[in-house]
Nanobody
Framework: QVQLVESGGGLVQPGGSLRLSCVGS??????????MGWYRQAPGKQRELVAR??????NYADSVKGRFTISRDNAKNTVYLQMNSLKLEDTAVYYC?????????WGQGTQVTVSS
C-alpha cells in the first residue's frame, strides 16, 4: 500500500502564493515510474485535474497555466505544487494522487482558501 500526505494548505489573500507538498510512503519503488498529480474539488463541484507530472513531462489545467508549477523530488517521494497569483476561484480542497500500472492512490486533501 501507498500512503500520501499533503501539507501546505491554508488561507491566503488574492494574489498570494502557497506551496503544497505531498509525501508518499509505504510500498513505493522506482518512483520515477509513477505519474503524480494534483487535483482539487470546490464545494458543489466535481474533482478536477490541476496538474500532472511524469518523469519527463508536465501538463496543466488551462485555468492554472502560467500561475501554478508542479515539480517532483523522487529521492524524497514528494510532489509539489507552487501556486502563485491565487484567485478566489482557486479555493478548494487539493488532493495529490500517485498512479502506476493501473493503480491509483489518493491523499486525504488539504484546504486552500483564497479570500480577502
Amino acid at each position: 500500500q501507498v500512503q500520501l500526505v499533503e501539507s501546505g494548505g491554508g488561507l491566503v489573500q488574492p494574489g498570494g502564493s502557497l506551496r503544497l507538498s505531498c509525501v508518499g510512503s509505504g510500498s513505493i519503488f522506482s518512483l520515477y515510474m509513477y505519474t503524480m498529480g494534483w487535483y482539487r474539488q470546490a464545494p458543489g463541484k466535481q474533482r478536477e485535474l490541476v496538474a500532472r507530472i511524469t518523469d519527463s513531462s508536465t501538463n496543466y489545467a488551462d485555468s492554472v497555466k502560467g500561475r501554478f508549477t508542479i515539480s517532483r523530488d523522487n529521492a524524497k517521494n514528494t510532489v509539489y505544487l507552487q501556486m502563485n497569483s491565487l484567485k478566489l476561484e482557486d479555493t478548494a480542497v487539493y488532493y495529490c494522487r500517485f498512479d502506476r500500472g493501473g493503480s491509483s492512490w489518493w491523499g486525504q486533501g488539504t484546504q486552500v482558501t483564497v479570500s480577502s
